[in-house]
Structures are given as structure tokens and as C-alpha cells.
């Protein structure tokens, strides 16, 4: 089939959605250098037309990835809490955020990137502030009396220690051996919020 064609293999956005899963893999990869748009119409095999024709440029094309880890960020967290009883809650979510950091790292580290323009992408904006806001709420169930401050302490903690880890500023631990501290400094963090209050 003609790759000049792409309209008789991609129909109803699904061509957005595939580009931006193959964007995603080639950052996954090899970082935003290998963001191409050539590249990536050949991974998708379409034109290579065919990305502008839902990305105008480069930096459209990392916003769409970066709300796409978002998304992915948040279904780890939100998969983290199910079965696990009220308490314990927070810290599963604050586990399984320093997990998934470490998992991708580059993507992480360009869904924090200032260079993203969140406050300027809707859907970016849009999917970076539910994947806080899940954190933050759980954050928040623990300290109802400052809520407020107590989802901006949980995600310091857990930002903090991702970035550390990632940069590998912890003497003697590095991300590969790095679960049993991340679980216990994670559970540590939960417990000085005491127990979650209900309503």
C-alpha cells in the first residue's frame, strides 16, 4: 500500500494516535533529538506530509507526547491504590510515582520540562493537572486540615526523589537497585501524615 495515501490506512484520528505512539517510542529511544518528523513518518509509514497535518511543528509533536506520558503517569498511579486498603493508599501512589520515573525517564523528564509550554496546550495542561491532581487528593485525604499543603509537600517529596535518583545524586544507589529505598522513604513520607480521614 502507498505510503502517499495515508487516509486508507488511518481513519478517525487514528493516524493522530499513531504518530504520537511512535513519537513516544522514539523518545523512549533516544530523547528529543530523535523526535524527526521524517522519522517519524517513516516508523509510522505514511507522506512525510502526513505528521503536519496534525502537528505544525516539532514542538506541537512533544506536547502531544508529554500529554500522552501524563496519561500514562496517571493510569500507574491510579492502577497503584486499587485493592489497597485507605491508609495505605498514598504511599502505593507515591511508590508508583518514583517507579514510573524511573521506568521512563526521559519521558518524565520531559513531562517536567520548562521548555513545554504547558500553560500554552490545553490538552497538556489538561492531562498534567489530572495527573497531579490524583496525587494531590490522596495527599490531601491524609492532612484535611491543610490540604493544600500537604499535596504541594507530597509532590516535592516525590519529584525531589525521582530527580535525585535520576541524576544518580544518592551515593550508592542507582535506578537499577533503587525499589527497596524508594518503598521505604515512600511509606516514611505517608506515615507523617497519619491516618487518612474520611468524608
Do not use: C, N
Not at 105 to 123: A, I, Q, T, V
Request: net charge neutral.
Amino acid at each position: 500500500m502507498s505510503t502517499s495515501e495515508p487516509s486508507d490506512r488511518y481513519h478517525h484520528g487514528d493516524l493522530r494516535r499513531a504518530l504520537v505512539e511512535a513519537a513516544l517510542e522514539l523518545l523512549l529511544e533516544g530523547g528529543t533529538e530523535a523526535l524527526g518528523m521524517r522519522e517519524l513518518a517513516r516508523r509510522v509509514g505514511v507522506s512525510s506530509a502526513a505528521p503536519y497535518r496534525h502537528f505544525r511543528d516539532k514542538q506541537a509533536l512533544i506536547q502531544a507526547v508529554a500529554a500522552a506520558g501524563f496519561a500514562l503517569f496517571l493510569e500507574a498511579v491510579e492502577a497503584a491504590k486499587a485493592g489497597v486498603a485507605v491508609d495505605e493508599q498514598f504511599g502505593a501512589m507515591a511508590e508508583a510515582y518514583v517507579q514510573f520515573a524511573l521506568r521512563y525517564p526521559r519521558l518524565y523528564k520531559l513531562m517536567f520540562s520548562s521548555e513545554l509550554g504547558k500553560f500554552e496546550d490545553k490538552d497538556l495542561r489538561r492531562a498534567a493537572d489530572a495527573a497531579y491532581a490524583s496525587l494531590a487528593v490522596a495527599a490531601a485525604k491524609q492532612d484535611p486540615e491543610a490540604p493544600g499543603e500537604a499535596a504541594i509537600s507530597a509532590w516535592a517529596f516525590v519529584h525531589g526523589l525521582s530527580m535525585l535518583l535520576l541524576d544518580e545524586q544518592l551515593l550508592g544507589v542507582s535506578a537499577a537497585t533503587a525499589e527497596p529505598l524508594v518503598r521505604k522513604l515512600t511509606r516514611r513520607h505517608a506515615q507523617r501524615f497519619g491516618k487518612p480521614h474520611s468524608g
